[in-house]
């Protein structure tokens, strides 16, 4: 399978807990994206890598997400003390220089 | 107002008919364009790019207005595989970098 993967599918945390999920983009892309969806709404902007750089940050985003792309490779994003408001599904996409985005599958947080 | 503003529906259509989507944008200087189908409970697949020159791709055709801000999606001869979530996309970019901003999606049902 040659396409994004997010790990996990589904994440069922406590409030105040950490949680991370990692996205690997497909080899070729150099460009990996996070967006956050929720019911009826559009994907939200999060962050933007180009390789291992973070050129974006959304300003919607707290100091509690934290977002990684070591070697330009695979991501990760963390959200630390998680609030019931973080619950949401979380898209990771990648995409070559003027392409439209190749999504993974998401990971759907839910905070209890 | 949204950057990015859909008619959020629902369309409902009977098979073979012809249905249209609009979408209108609020940066004027938006350089790239997109329209991605989504599927209920699953990520967004690209389903086309927008050109200036307006563009088909077998029964779907896309029309971009810099004028007047908006694009457009048409869909010829509607299957029942055809209903799913339709999202335009807008990036400030012709390079499509950075944040792209996402419609709240226009849901179309196709009945037999």
């Known amino acids: 399978d040659t396409g994004v993967s997010q790990d996990p599918r589904h994440k069922i945390t406590k409030r105040g807990q950490n949680v991370t999920f990692r996205c690997d983009p497909i080899s070729e892309h150099n460009r990996l994206y996070w967006y956050r969806q929720t019911l009826g709404q559009g994907p939200e902007f999060l962050t933007y890598?180009?390789?291992?750089?973070?050129?974006?940050k959304s300003r919607l985003l707290s100091d509690r997400f934290s977002a990684e792309r070591p070697k330009g490779s695979f991501s990760t994003l963390e959200i630390q003390r998680t609030e019931q408001g973080d619950s949401a599904m979380y898209l990771c996409a990648s995409s070559l220089v003027g392409d439209g985005y190749t999504f993974g599958s998401g990971t759907r947080l839910t905070v209890v | 107002r949204k950057e990015v503003e859909q008619d959020p529906g629902p369309f409902n259509v009977p098979e073979g008919a012809t249905v249209a989507f609009n979408c209108t944008y609020s940066?004027?200087?938006?350089?790239?364009f997109f329209w991605y189908r989504q599927d209920c409970r699953k990520e967004p697949k690209l389903l086309m790019s927008?050109?200036?020159s307006g563009n088909e791709d077998g029964r779907f055709t896309a029309q971009l207005n810099r004028a007047s801000q908006y694009i457009s999606l048409l869909i010829r001869d509607s299957k029942l595989s055809d209903s799913a979530t339709y999202l335009c996309v807008v990036n400030r970019f012709n390079t499509n970098a950075g944040k792209s901003t996402f419609g709240d999606g226009t849901t179309l049902t196709v009945k037999p």
């Open positions: 927008v050109y200036s």
């Open positions: 940066n004027s200087a938006s350089q790239s």
């Open positions: 890598f180009q390789n291992e750089a973070q050129l974006e």
